[in-house]
């Protein structure tokens, strides 16, 4: 702590993401990313951009990529906001819509970063339990709030939330800002972007990190009704012009555009999810149904902090959240098949 810093900053909790080791031989199973790597396409759009081009700076509206994405979902680009990362993209949404005297809803297990943002911006919150099963109940959402949010596939369970379940509380709350935040959708999930025509109060919020596999390049979005999108605007013309450099614009636009790549490497995906959690089923693993890129998993019989460790010693780094009702679980991403292997041979026999 230091005299120079404004007041605020002594208060401020912040996120914190899962280890990037520096050593390369770990089998990262951590952090969700994508175990396939970018679109071929992409990193071609790329190298063609690295060029004296990046002395000029990169279009502040992001135009090439609000057109993929428009033309991917079959919707008008004005109802496309992008930034660095869905991360930034959520921040801007947490500034700009969030900031109400009611709390702000969202599930008592999902991403931890949205309570950080609720610190950053001052916004009350209320944490509404998942059921016992881990899952979202729409009901307990139809009352009084400043706004609502959510993942959905929800992290870190992996669980989806049926589209007529989305509308339900979409219904209830007509006069407050309901965002889905689909990091995951690609893997299993419905998008709701289906619903932004009827529902003005609707964002949905995605990310190329994970099913595009450019988490490198922090590139999300959201889609929403114009008057959500120009708050959102508004907020990030206040605060950085130009959030996507020339790289990211042309190779995210290109993985949009690149749905052949995108559908196949997602198919390996949740093959190989599959296989996973029929593997851990047989170790006696009880895996939450996951929607996602990732599984949820404990064991009757075995600490989850304990069994992390082991895994770690045979050089296997998973997550583990030292939170009440799922400290007994491990929040495990999908790789490859040798990946994979290495978990499942890394766990031994239990
Ligand atoms: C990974 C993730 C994000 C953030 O993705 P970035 O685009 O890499 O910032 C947002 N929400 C959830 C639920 C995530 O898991």
């Keep these: 702590m230091s005299k120079f810093w404004s007041p605020f900053v002594k208060e401020l909790v ?13 089998v990262k199973l951590n952090t969700n990313e994508n175990p396939y790597g970018p679109s071929p396409k992409a ?47 959520l921040a801007h949404i947490f500034h700009a819509l969030f900031q109400h005297d009611s709390p702000l809803l969202f599930p008592d297990i999902s991403y931890s970063f949205y309570p950080v943002y609720c610190g950053l911006y001052g916004i009350k919150f209320d944490a509404v339990p998942l059921d016992e099963q881990f899952q979202i109940r729409a009901a307990d959402y139809a009352r009084p709030n400043g706004g609502i949010i959510f993942p959905n596939p929800n ?19 007509p006069d407050s800002v309901v965002v889905v935040d689909e990091a995951y959708v690609d893997f299993g ?57 020339r790289l990211a614009i042309v190779g995210a636009a290109a993985a949009f555009d690149d ?16 296989k996973v959690v029929a593997q851990l089923e047989g170790k006696g693993f009880e895996v939450l149904p996951s929607a996602a890129n990732f599984i949820f998993a404990r064991h ?51």
């Design 259 to 274: 749905r052949e790549y995108f559908e196949k490497t997602c198919r390996w995906v949740i093959d190989s999810r599959n």
């Design 43 to 89: 990193l071609a759009a790329m190298q063609v951009e690295l060029s004296d081009n990046l002395r000029l700076y990169p279009d502040p509206n992001s135009d090439l990529l609000k057109q993929a994405v428009a033309r991917y979902y079959g919707i008008d680009a004005g109802k496309v906001f992008l930034g660095n990362g869905s991360d930034e993209v």
């Design 155 to 173: 992290a870190p369970t992996g669980c989806v939330l049926a589209l007529d379940a989305v509308e339900q509380i979409l219904k209830a709350s």
């Design 14 to 26: 912040p996120y914190v993401p899962g280890e990037q080791p520096k050593l390369t031989k770990l």
């Design 300 to 350: 009757p019989r075995h600490d989850a902090a304990g069994l992390a460790a082991k895994l770690r010693e045979q050089g296997v780094i998973v997550r583990h959240f030292k939170q009440a009702r799922i400290d007994q679980f491990l929040r495990i991403s999908i790789g490859t098949a040798e990946q994979n292997q290495a978990l499942i041979d890394g766990l031994g026999e239990l």
């Design 189 to 245: 999930g419905e998008t709701a972007i289906s619903l932004v025509d009827r529902y003005p109060n609707l964002l949905v919020t995605q990310t190329l990190s994970k099913s595009r596999s450019l988490a490198g390049l922090r590139v999300g979005l959201a889609v929403g009704h114009p008057d959500l999108i120009e708050a959102l605007e508004r907020v990030k013309n206040s605060f950085n012009s130009y959030p996507l450099d």
